[in-house]
């Protein structure tokens, strides 16, 4: 059985080390070869805040929130610095393209603290930064309960999980659980999630939260920016759900209104289309590379490889490498990957980086996925 490329691909957009990533490939491929053979194991149901609904329901209803709750976060700047934004300067040019005031001609449902709420019958939502350019958006949203019986917990937590991993001010307890906890303060516990789509394209992507001691939640969001607009409006919905609650109930207290956002970053654009001979010499009869484009904003740098594969190719993937030969730093969570299949039968991969001192001395590689191999490093001739 050979490797899924999907599967590939998918760990390539995942906001961790490069070696971790190499482990979890290689132990894929372990997987593969034994022809797909599972071991038998134990698994334990989890109950969740919707055991009467269906996967596929989940899915509509409920927008799962990573949970990474061992940081703390004030505002989306520090969200990106924690998340691996190495660069203060550029988290400091990022977040001063964030738009928080509502748009023009658009009904407010109330207003304080200089933000829009919107709200239902369980919470509140005010999106209260944006950050995006050309390749990224990020986003962080405020949820605030509309009552003191409501005690709100980011989708993706579960009611027996540790109190504890919600990262609470002084609520450290790894004993109780969240039910056990909510009950303690009689409250009522409501999964909340924010979700973003532009033009019935839902947008998929990364997040993570934050809880505070007066009982609200923020959420983190960062996807690839797939508008090609550099104004543009993204439908949200605030989706609130409790125990027990059915489809019909989760349609009716779902709320729904419209963001603003507009790209205020600049753009520096290069494109090579000849490289280090020894690329053809080693990969010449399985890929080649037509070009590649380095986009360089604010926020950083988008390599985007257009390359052609021999019939019956593995697939390949392709990394921007610093002078010493490292893969650059990758920009926070999920912003700016992208893999497609163009008109012409061609590919192309983005990738999204931090921006490095000078892009002088960059070079790139590419690992073939059929066996984990890695080529290069290839200079930019």
Known sequence: MKLNNDYARTVEKIHVPQALKEQVLAAARERAAGEGKSRPGKYRARPRLLPRLTAAAI???????????????????EYLSRSGMEDLQAVEEMNALVQTTAPEGQTRQTEDDGYTWYENAYARCAVTEAVCDSGSIYLAALIQPVSEDFFLIPSGVFLDDAVGNLGLPGVTSMDQTVAEYAASLGKTPVSVSVGYWWQENYLGGAQDFQCYEDGSVSIFFSAANITGQTQFALDCALVSVTENMDMEENLAVRKEFQIQIRDQSTIQETTFTQFDPALAEDLGAELELLSVTLEQTEMGVYASFRYREAEGSEGFNFALLDSAGQELPGLPAGGGYDHRENEDGTFTETKAYQNP??????????????????FGPYTFE
């Open 59 to 77: 899915l509509l209803v409920l927008l799962p929130v990573a949970a990474y709750a061992a940081l703390r976060y004030t505002d989306l700047k």
């Open 357 to 374: 001192d000078s892009l002088e001395g960059l070079t790139f590689r590419v690992r073939r996925f059929a066996d984990g191999e890695v």
